[in-house]
């Protein structure tokens, strides 16, 4: 499916390979927009002009403009989707996936960026304390991932793609989930997904290769 939908991104953050394993689900090809952090790219006018909290991923549709990996996930699904499987319109399925979206959002990717972001870019050695509260968010998915294929039953959904973006960018960190049974099988599962490796995986290992050595795993 081609259709006017501008993407800026970098392939490293997670919550732009969400996005990404978004649009692959469902056949969706953007117009992307490399944004170069580390140049300072998000600090153009231009940019600002479109989003001025200068972050990525932004996603521009006609008139409407929006970041936030996860309302991106769940816009996409729900507008371009063949049915409503990713993004459920049933209030109460929609419920829980909106739960594991904002459990990635504030718990499981929050807790590993409070570990990761000060030795990656301030140049702190890591605290390694900080670990345990990632290592409790994992036994908490491991457990709701007990008896299913992913994290809200049978199938997939956008909930899927923004917990295992997450989770890649901590596994090609050095982080080991091997103790966690049903984890570790849904990330396998996660690994067929279409377009997993050239929009996760590729972006992730980079970020990885960037910050591994200073963490310290």
């Not at 521009?60 to 991106?72: A, F, H, K, N, Q």
């Not at 890649?168 to 377009?195: H, R, Y």
Request: with cysteine; hydrophobic share 40%.
């Amino acid at each position: 499916m081609s259709v006017p939908v501008d993407l800026y991104y970098t392939d490293i953050s997670a919550p732009c390979r969400a996005v990404l394993l978004t649009a692959e689900s469902i056949g969706l090809k953007f117009n992307k927009k490399v944004i170069n952090l580390s140049a300072g790219e998000q600090h153009k006018p231009e940019f600002l002009a479109l989003n001025p909290q200068h972050c990525v991923p932004t996603m521009v549709d006609g008139d409407l403009i929006l970041w936030e990996s996860r309302p991106i996930c769940s816009y996409l699904a729900s507008q371009y989707g063949n049915d409503d499987s990713l993004y459920p319109k049933d209030p109460k399925k929609r419920a829980e996936v909106d739960r594991f979206l904002y459990f990635d959002m504030g718990t499981f990717y929050h807790r590993w960026g409070k570990f990761m972001y000060p030795p990656a870019f301030k140049g702190q050695q890591p605290d390694h304390s900080l670990l345990e509260p990632v290592r409790e968010a994992c036994g908490w998915l491991d457990s709701w991932l007990e008896g299913k294929d992913y994290v809200t039953g049978s199938n997939v959904t956008v909930a899927d793609f923004s917990l295992i973006a997450s989770l890649t960018t901590m596994t090609e960190m050095g982080f080991n989930i091997d103790q966690w049974k049903n984890l570790s099988v849904w990330a396998k599962l996660c690994k067929d997904l279409p377009g997993y490796h050239e929009a996760n995986h590729v972006g992730a290992a980079k970020f990885g290769a960037f910050v591994k050595s200073k963490l310290q795993l």
